[in-house]
């Protein structure tokens, strides 16, 4: 079911944004070569809880970290551990922080040192992808505008969309309805309405779309083994527009 949120649950959304947002400052101050991801996860557990608040994404499922520590080939759900991050790799953080009973959600991918063009490419169009997915967002308009978007984008620039995972909508759960692919066709599916809480977060491949799960059962990577870069913000649905939960107010449209 599809949840309307109150001037009350979107000012308690908002805190818990604001919080995912100083997570990510946090612990963007300690990622670089040579600190292990696992050390990444302490960052932001400690982070999180000294602010009263709780990590989404620990035992959500199962999951056994606050954070999800995502790298090179890996799109989604890395789990953090020894692996230590080292020069030339990109990196992808993903961040739940959950205040009085209500989430967000956001995403983030880094370079580390120097990369390929074509790397750094893939980094900043996907989030370019983002932006260009939320300048659809607005009341009366569709679920599939946005996936459109993002994926023509994606195209143009010769990067792929996985279509197995997609964004989600907000709230008193981490993930719920409605799904917001990063693929489709403009004016289908659910029309948005203000107050919608949704999470968009393109996941785009340097080489094709096919991905894979590994026997974690969380960690998903590219099938050919080529980078995966992610970016995501909690946004909610404005009667002109959106206000990102998750970032700078600078950030936000109305």
């Known amino acids: 079911m599809i949840s309307i949120k109150s001037e009350r649950e979107i000012k308690l959304m908002r805190e818990a944004g604001k919080l995912n947002y100083l997570t990510h400052e946090e612990v963007k101050k300690y990622l670089k070569a040579g600190i292990t991801t696992k050390e990444l996860d302490k960052i932001a557990y400690d982070f999180i809880i000294s602010h009263n608040a709780k990590p989404s994404f620990l035992n959500y499922e199962g999951y056994p970290a606050s954070i999800c520590v ?4 890996e799109v989604v759900h890395g789990i953090p551990g020894k692996r230590i991050i080292k020069n030339g790799d ?7 922080v959950e205040i009085h009973g209500y989430h967000s959600d956001a995403a983030r991918t880094y370079i580390i040192g120097e990369v390929a063009p074509e790397v750094r490419d893939l980094v900043n169009n996907t989030e370019k992808a983002l932006m260009i997915g939320l300048s659809k967002v607005k009341e009366g308009a569709k679920i599939g505008d946005i996936g459109a978007a993002i994926e023509e984008f994606a195209h143009k620039h010769g990067l792929s969309v996985v279509e197995e995972l997609v964004g989600h909508g907000v709230g008193t759960d981490i993930h719920e309805d409605p799904d917001v692919p990063n693929y489709g066709k403009a004016g289908t599916g659910v029309t ?3 107050g919608m809480v949704i999470a968009v977060e393109p996941m785009l491949n340097l080489g094709e779309r096919y991905v894979y799960m590994h ?6 990577s590219t099938d050919d083994e080529l980078p995966s870069a992610h970016f995501e913000h909690t946004v909610v649905v404005t009667k002109d527009g959106y206000k990102i939960l998750t970032g700078d107010i600078s950030d936000e449209k109305e």
Do not use: E, M
Not at 90 to 96: A, E, H, P
């Open 215 to 220: 026997d974690d059962d969380w960690t998903i």
């Open 70 to 73: 995502s790298i090179n080939d």
């Open 192 to 194: 948005l309405k203000a």
């Open 90 to 96: 990109i990196v992808s953080i993903d961040i739940g």
